[in-house]
C-alpha cells in the first residue's frame, strides 16, 4: 500500500470505527477491525479488498448483508463521483456494476463531491435489518488529483442516545461483540439476589428503595466489569453474569476472578448498607452462588428493546439454585469451580482446596423441595467475603 494511504489506514484504525479506504482510482485497499468485526469476515478477500469498489460489492458477504433496495440506493450515490474522475469513465464503470445495476449507471450524473452522506438498511450476520449512515470523503491533493476515498460507518441513533451507550464499559462490550456467533463456551457462572427484598422496598420510602436498587445494581455491574466478565441480565433485584475462559484465558483464572468478583459484591453490598444507614435486618444482604460450567451454549440476544448475553446449560439453572440456598449475604461456590483453581490461583484467592470442606445443597438447611429436586446433590461450600 501507498505509505499516504498507510497512514490514511492505521489513523482511521486507532479511532475504532467500522471504515473502508480506497485508493486514488478507486480500488478498495484496506477495511478497519471495527467494520470485519461487523460485517463477521475478517478476510480482506472475501470482503473484495484489492478490487475496485464496485467489484469488491459483487462479493458474496456484501450481498447477504445489504438487500437489492440498498444496494441500487449505494449505488445511485457513489457513482456519481466515480463518473467524475474513474478512469476509463462511464463504460469503465459500467461494465463492473452487477446487471441489476447498469441502469442506475446509465442514468447517473457525474458529481465531483468532496463528501457525501446516506442511510441504508443492512442485515450483518444474518441479523434483523437495521439502519447504518455512513460519509464518503473524496481526498484531493494540492494539484487537485484525487488521492484516496474515505468511507466512515456510524450509527443512526441521535448523539444523545449514543452518550448513554457511551457511559457502559467500552472493555465489557468488547467481550460481548465477541458473542455474535453463538457456541459452546467453557464458563464461570455467578447468581446474586437481594435477601428479603420485598420486606425492605416495604420498609423504605419508594424514592429511597429506587435510589437504593440504583445504586446497588451500578455497583455489583462495576464488580462484574472489574473481575473481567460480563454482565448477563438483571431480573428484579438480582443479577446474572459470566466470566469465559475466552476472556481470561485458562479456568483456574476463570474461578478465581469468579470468587473475587463474588466476594466483591458482597462487599460493596455492605457499603451501600451503610451509605442508606440500613441496619439490623433492614441492612441490604446480597446472597451469591457461583458454579462451573464446562459447555454452556452462549450468545447474544438482541431485540429493539435490549442487548444481553444468555447462556443455556444445566449448569445455569443449578447455579440459581445455589445462590437460593445462600442466607444472609454469604456467598456459595460449588466444588466443581473451587477444583479448578491451581496452586497459584488458589493461593491469591486465600484458599486451601485440599482443606476445603463441602455440603451437598440438600443438605444446607435452607434448601427447598426446588432446590433440592433441581441440584440437590451439587457440593458446595462457603466463601469468607
Not at 258 to 280: I, K, N
Request: negative net charge; hydrophobic residues 45%; aromatic residues 6%.
Amino acid at each position: 500500500m501507498d505509505p499516504v494511504l498507510e497512514r490514511y489506514a492505521r489513523d482511521l484504525e486507532a479511532t475504532g470505527w467500522a471504515a473502508e479506504l480506497c485508493d486514488a482510482e478507486w480500488r478498495l485497499v484496506w477495511a478497519s477491525g471495527q467494520l470485519k468485526g461487523i460485517m463477521g469476515e475478517h478476510d480482506d478477500e472475501a470482503l473484495g479488498v484489492g478490487l475496485h469498489l464496485l467489484d469488491a460489492r459483487r462479493q458474496p458477504i456484501w450481498g447477504a448483508s445489504f438487500p437489492l433496495e440498498a444496494s441500487r440506493a449505494w449505488t445511485a450515490v457513489n457513482v456519481r463521483p466515480m463518473l467524475a474522475d474513474a478512469p476509463g469513465g462511464r463504460e469503465a464503470i459500467l461494465a463492473r456494476a452487477a446487471p441489476e445495476l447498469r441502469d442506475i449507471v446509465l442514468a447517473a450524473e457525474p458529481a465531483a463531491w468532496p463528501a457525501w452522506t446516506q442511510r441504508l438498511d443492512f442485515s450483518a450476520q444474518g441479523n434483523p435489518l437495521a439502519s447504518v449512515r455512513y460519509f464518503g470523503m473524496r481526498a484531493r491533493g494540492p494539484d487537485g488529483r484525487p488521492v484516496c476515498t474515505i468511507y466512515l460507518y456510524g450509527s443512526t441513533l441521535p448523539a444523545q442516545l449514543l452518550a448513554l451507550v457511551a457511559r457502559g464499559s467500552a472493555e465489557m462490550y468488547e467481550r460481548v461483540a465477541r458473542l455474535v456467533e453463538p457456541g459452546r463456551r467453557a464458563a464461570a457462572v455467578l447468581f446474586a439476589d437481594i435477601q428479603a427484598s420485598t420486606r425492605l422496598s416495604r420498609h423504605l420510602p419508594s424514592a429511597t428503595y429506587f435510589a437504593l436498587i440504583r445504586d446497588l445494581v451500578t455497583t455489583m455491574d462495576e464488580a462484574v466489569i472489574a473481575g473481567r466478565g460480563i454482565v448477563g441480565r438483571h431480573g428484579g433485584d438480582g443479577l446474572v453474569a459470566f466470566f469465559l475462559t475466552d476472556d481470561l484465558g485458562s479456568p483456574s483464572t476463570v474461578a478465581r476472578s469468579a470468587l473475587e468478583a463474588a466476594r466483591d459484591l458482597a462487599h460493596r453490598a455492605r457499603l451501600v448498607s451503610q451509605d442508606f444507614d440500613l441496619r439490623g435486618d433492614d441492612a441490604v444482604r446480597l446472597n451469591v452462588g457461583v458454579h462451573w460450567g464446562d459447555t454452556l451454549y452462549m450468545g447474544q440476544v438482541v431485540t429493539g428493546g435490549r442487548l444481553e448475553v444468555t447462556a443455556l446449560g444445566d449448569e445455569v439453572n443449578e447455579t440459581a439454585r445455589i445462590q437460593e440456598a445462600a442466607r444472609e449475604g454469604i456467598v456459595l461456590a460449588s466444588k466443581s469451580l473451587i477444583e479448578r483453581l491451581d496452586a497459584g490461583d488458589a493461593d491469591r484467592a486465600g484458599i486451601d482446596p485440599d482443606a476445603v470442606v463441602y455440603r451437598a445443597l440438600a443438605e444446607l438447611p435452607d434448601a427447598t423441595e426446588k432446590i433440592v429436586r433441581d441440584a440437590g446433590t451439587i457440593a458446595v461450600t462457603v466463601i469468607e467475603a
